[in-house]
């Protein structure tokens, strides 16, 4: 016994043998190879191999992007047995995929423009994330809209977009609605202003972990048979008779290029789309318009709220959402054009002044101020269709074409309608691998059944309290590490177990431990000093200083997993800084 604690069997052996039979099963039914690879890791070293298995290979699919539809096409690949590749040039999710309003949601509001079909799907999504594929991400959401004299959306109105919201549901629905008065309304949100309230709905949505759901897609691509590479750029396109056959790559880490062969490409890159269509013929365009939105992280006392709010801005009558996340708010989101550079987007003051004005007028006893901002993040969105005078009224729908050399292009859709969005790519890749290269798939689509990694056997209350005995970690800390990895929590308890000195906190007051540092390099594929402290943790939009002060420790320790040296440690340290000031730009403009 080291460091004091208890072997972990000591609390948990009821977890430990349905974990063993779950494995014994898997060997069964998917066989003794899928089974080993079920067990193994997915760290840096994994990448190694993934990346040698990539010059060496002919893929079916080869796909560019790893934000969560290109980890959602991949997964599905793989499961339907066709050999796929997924390259991402940066960190898998960094792109918009980790930078949304987290929610998992049907989109109300898209029922103003009369999207009836994208609201369906959304909800029907949103039900098979909740109780299948991600139960460890996702959780239901209480909402409350209130509805305030002479501003925003009238009671009657509400209560019709609140019944056709709760139809297109059905029986995939959530929770049921109310709609309340004001005295009521109070009672369940005291952080909403008095004056003028003449009533509220109360629905549920659902909140979503977006950068884990995308790691664990990756991840679960990975598991059935992918190769899925982070730190790998598509810097050309492979031809052969005008038609696309493989990707030209560069390894972001070493600066080697390599050429990929493949079937069929397929373009995922979200924001970065035409860039990638560029590659295929400089003059081929289909006019993907990109939008900004930004949300700002406060404390969440600042607000009080105890539920999602949804406000309307005083300017343009636009949503805008207020989710709790813990000990913070999340307050977005913004919709503009823009045409900068997709690897620079920022939130500047104009950004953060609007999001501020729509809180105070809605709840203007909150006086909310740009000091009271920690952090902010921005992303875009690639719509996928034109028309609509206001980047807000352009259609969510996801599109698929195909280029003149063949490549399959998808962009649009949702977060929260990824696995739709891949199903209905993997059956066109289908398609055409079995016209054009008789190469057929081995299964039909079956992700709307199986569940991510850390969602299989999800630790219940008695487990979540023998671990929290186990580590001495608070429950708080315990929501907080299974709401990022599900029964793969029992990685980061067994890190504890083995050197205590892991249930440190990283940065005091926030949930975070050392042990997920060395879970992320050896489970999550965690490579840059970043990857850990804005996709695998929120450690830079959550602590004061973004953990610049909390930084050093973090890669002493990724330092030693992984053998870098000063200079590369010295070197992650400003690449962080970097990302950090990115967050507080719009102090200065
Ligand atoms: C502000 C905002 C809030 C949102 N909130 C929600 C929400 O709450 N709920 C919801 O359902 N949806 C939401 N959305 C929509 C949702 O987040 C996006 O639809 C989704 O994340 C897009 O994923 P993606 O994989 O298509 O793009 P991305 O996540 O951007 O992934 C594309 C990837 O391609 C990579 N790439 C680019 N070029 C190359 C190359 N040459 N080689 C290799 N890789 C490359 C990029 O690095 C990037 O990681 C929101 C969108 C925005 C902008």
């Known amino acids: 016994m080291k460091g004091g604690v208890a072997p972990l069997s000591q609390y948990s052996a009821g977890a430990d043998f349905s974990r063993k039979f ?5 060997a069964c039914i998917i066989g003794e190879e899928k089974a080993r690879r079920c067990k193994m890791d997915f760290s840096f070293r994994e990448r190694q191999d993934n990346l040698e298995r990539l010059g060496r290979e002919e893929f ?7 934000g969560i539809t290109g980890a959602g096409i991949a997964w599905d690949a793989a499961l339907r047995g066709f050999s796929t590749a ?10 918009t995929s980790s930078r949304s309003s987290r929610l998992i949601h049907g989109g109300l509001r898209y029922l103003r423009y009369f999207q009836v079909d994208l609201v369906y799907e959304a909800c029907q999504e949103r039900f098979l994330l909740l109780k299948h594929i991600a139960p460890h991400m996702v959780r239901p959401l209480p909402f409350i809209y209130p ?21 297109l549901a059905f029986s995939r629905r959530v929770g049921r609605y109310r709609m309340l008065g004001p005295d009521e309304a109070l009672k369940v949100e005291p952080a909403l202003e008095k004056a003028g309230l003449k009533g509220a709905a109360f629905f549920y949505d659902c909140l979503g972990n977006d950068s884990q759901i995308t790691l664990a897609t990756v991840k679960a691509a990975y598991k059935a048979g992918a190769v899925p590479l982070n730190y ?5 396109l492979l031809k052969s008779q005008g038609k696309v056959r493989g ?6 880490l070493t600066g080697k290029e390599l050429e990929v062969k ?7 890159a979200g924001p970065w789309a035409d860039q990638i269509l560029a590659m295929d013929s400089p003059s081929y365009t289909e006019g993907l318009r990109l939008t900004k939105g930004i949300h700002l992280v406060v404390r969440r006392e600042r607000i009080g709220n105890q539920n999602a709010m949804t406000i309307s801005s005083p300017r343009d009558g636009r949503f805008v959402f207020l989710i709790p996340w813990w000990q913070f708010t999340i307050i977005g989101t913004t919709d503009t054009d823009y045409q900068g550079d997709p690897d620079i987007v920022y939130a500047d003051a104009e950004d953060v002044d609007y999001l501020l004005e729509a809180v105070n007028h809605t709840l203007p006893h909150v006086e909310l101020r740009s000091e009271d901002v920690i952090s902010t993040f921005a992303a875009l969105r690639p719509l996928a269709f034109k028309g609509g005078a206001s980047p807000y009224e352009v259609s969510r729908k996801h599109r698929i074409f195909e280029t003149p050399g063949g490549m399959l292009c998808i962009a649009g859709g949702k977060f929260t309608t990824y696995r739709k969005m891949a199903c209905d790519l993997v059956d066109k890749a289908a398609e055409k691998l079995a016209k054009e290269f008789s190469r057929f798939p081995k299964d039909k689509c079956r992700t709307y059944q199986t569940p991510l990694p850390g969602g299989e056997l999800l630790p219940d209350g008695e487990t979540l309290a023998l671990w929290e005995k186990a580590t001495g970690l608070s429950k708080e800390q315990m929501d907080y590490l299974s709401f990022s990895y599900g029964s793969e929590l029992e990685n980061v308890v067994r890190l504890i177990q083995a050197d205590s000195s892991l249930a440190e906190p990283i940065v005091p007051g926030l949930p975070y431990v050392k042990a997920q540092i060395i879970h992320a390099v050896r489970h999550q594929m965690a490579i ?7 996709r695998r943790t929120r450690i830079l939009y959550e602590a004061p200083d973004g953990g610049l002060g909390a930084a050093p420790e973090v890669a002493r320790l990724m330092a030693a997993e992984q053998g870098w040296d000063q200079a590369r440690v010295e070197k992650e340290l400003a690449d962080l800084r970097q990302e950090w000031e990115k967050t507080q730009r719009f102090r200065r403009s």
């Open 22 to 26: 779950a494995l014994a099963y898997q």
């Open 60 to 66: 079916d699919i080869v796909v560019i992007g790893g």
């Open 86 to 95: 997924l390259i991402e040039k940066g960190d898998f999710g960094s792109g």
């Open 147 to 167: 509805v305030y004299k002479g501003h925003g959306m009238g009671l009657p109105e509400l209560r019709v977009g609140m019944w056709l919201y709760d139809l």
């Open 232 to 236: 790998v750029e598509a810097i050309g």
């Open 247 to 252: 990707v030209a790559v560069r390894d972001a």
């Open 262 to 268: 493949a079937k069929l490409v397929v373009n995922a």
């Open 528 to 534: 840059t000093l970043k990857d850990f402290m804005v």
